[in-house]
């Protein structure tokens, strides 16, 4: 190696040692706004580097998003999912040079295109942008595209992602607001094949079984789990509309260097005080409580910790890198050489950068609710359903026969 790329390879080190570190106190302020509710603050902090060319760009435009989505404004925030969606896409290729180089520094040098599961959720959040405003064709596509790139991630990688329920399920409510039951029930079994725990989907499966005349569907819900229902009405209350609470709950899960190797990251849970809510309708006596249709911080966990042995390979292919370059060092200069192995080992760190506004669990509140102007409530709660003091309270005028699609996200 000559003389003059000698400094070059230290100054790559060390510059590369920060570069995680840096990303990450760029978000501090944004991040404390962000999970102190204040998701106004957080869209001004997060604004000017969301919109600057950078390898972390795609990570801001994803938290302002984010935030946009929880003040409301769901035509920005539909801007720039789209627009991260289509950055994802690009940024999923590596020049070969810059994968050398994270061979001798890591994998922070990248820009970064997300983790396939955040990918997924890109989608799920337009869906869910999308549903709000009641533009349901456009949802509807969504969803089918969450369920396309599961398919292809499976395909491509031969890992065994799993289909995406909430994707499924929303859909299903979507065909069912439309009047197009037939196709409701297909997702509400697609739904129910994947999380069979999910009590609302259940439900849906009896009830529209009945309706549609499903016979043969019908004794195998009813054999399965409709003990646990008795005798479900398939026609809604006369009038009665219906109140969905799409409810984004907590924190999800976090990426840190694993604890017994620097080198490699690992997703971890973060707990939360507000696990469950409640939407409450005044004066109706009318109360339901969420159920949870698909863990984020599961899927993120298993989809790292999946991908581990694939890491571990990569960068033991990194080790022999940086012995060769150190080796050339100390051939022209013994302490340069041994700087550059330990500069070069330090800066061989886990790239822990992800999306971290995405929530921990997705859940859903269905009540039928009496036409009419109706002030409802939205209490959060603790794991014993005692309320955590996170709540949101509106109006709505409800009319006879429509669904009324609300979002709400607790923090704490």
Excluded at 24 to 44: E, I, K, L, P, V
Excluded at 378 to 394: A, H, Q, R, W, Y
Aim: aromatic share 10%.
């Amino acid at each position: 190696m000559r003389k003059a790329k000698e400094p070059a390879v230290l100054l790559l080190v060390l510059f590369f040692l920060s570069g995680c570190a840096m990303y990450m106190s760029q978000t501090s302020d944004s991040q404390s706004a962000f999970y102190n509710g204040d998701f106004h603050r957080a869209s001004d902090l997060l604004e000017a580097k969301s919109k600057e060319e950078s390898k972390d760009q795609l990570l801001y435009l994803l938290d302002r998003a984010m935030a946009l989505q929880l003040l409301g404004n769901f035509k920005e925030s539909t801007q720039l999912f789209l627009k991260a969606d289509k950055m994802t896409e690009v940024k999923d290729y590596t020049s070969i040079s810059t994968e050398a180089a994270t061979l001798i520094t890591n994998d922070s040098i990248r820009e970064y295109a997300g983790e396939d599961f955040e990918k997924v959720m890109i989608n799920a959040m337009l869906a869910v942008n999308y549903t709000i405003a009641r533009d349901f064709d456009e949802a509807l596509v969504e969803c089918r595209r969450v369920n396309h790139k599961l398919t292809k991630y499976k395909n491509e990688a031969k890992k065994d992602y799993e289909q995406n329920p909430f994707a499924r399920y929303l859909a299903g409510m979507i065909w069912e607001a439309s009047g197009k039951l037939d196709d409701a029930y297909i997702d509400y079994r697609f739904a129910y094949q994947i999380n069979p725990h999910f009590k609302y989907v259940k439900r849906d499966l009896l009830r529209l079984g009945k309706r549609l005349g499903r016979t043969e569907d019908l004794k195998k819900w009813e054999s399965e789990f409709g003990s646990e229902f008795g005798d479900v009405d398939p026609k809604p209350p006369k009038n009665h509309g219906e109140v969905i609470v799409i409810y984004q709950q907590g924190k999800s899960a976090v990426k840190r260097p694993r604890p017994e190797n620097f080198r490699f990251p690992q997703f971890f849970s973060r707990p939360a005080t507000t696990q469950f809510a409640r939407l409450e309708v005044s004066e109706k006596s009318i109360t339901e409580l969420s159920q949870m249709v698909y863990s984020v911080s599961e899927t993120a966990i298993k989809t790292l910790d999946d991908a581990y042995a694939g890491l571990v390979a990569k960068r033991a292919a990194g080790i022999a890198a940086k012995a060769v370059v150190a080796d050339q060092l100390r051939q022209k200069n013994e302490l340069l050489g041994t700087l550059a192995w330990i500069g070069m080992n330090a800066a061989d760190q886990a790239d822990t950068r992800h999306w971290s506004t995405l929530p921990d669990t997705l859940q859903i509140i269905r009540a039928w609710v009496p036409q009419g102007k109706q002030q409802i409530k939205i209490v959060g709660l603790d794991g014993s359903m005692n309320p955590t003091g996170e709540e949101f309270s509106g109006e709505i005028d409800v009319r006879s026969g429509k669904k009324y699609f609300l979002n709400w996200r607790s923090v704490k």
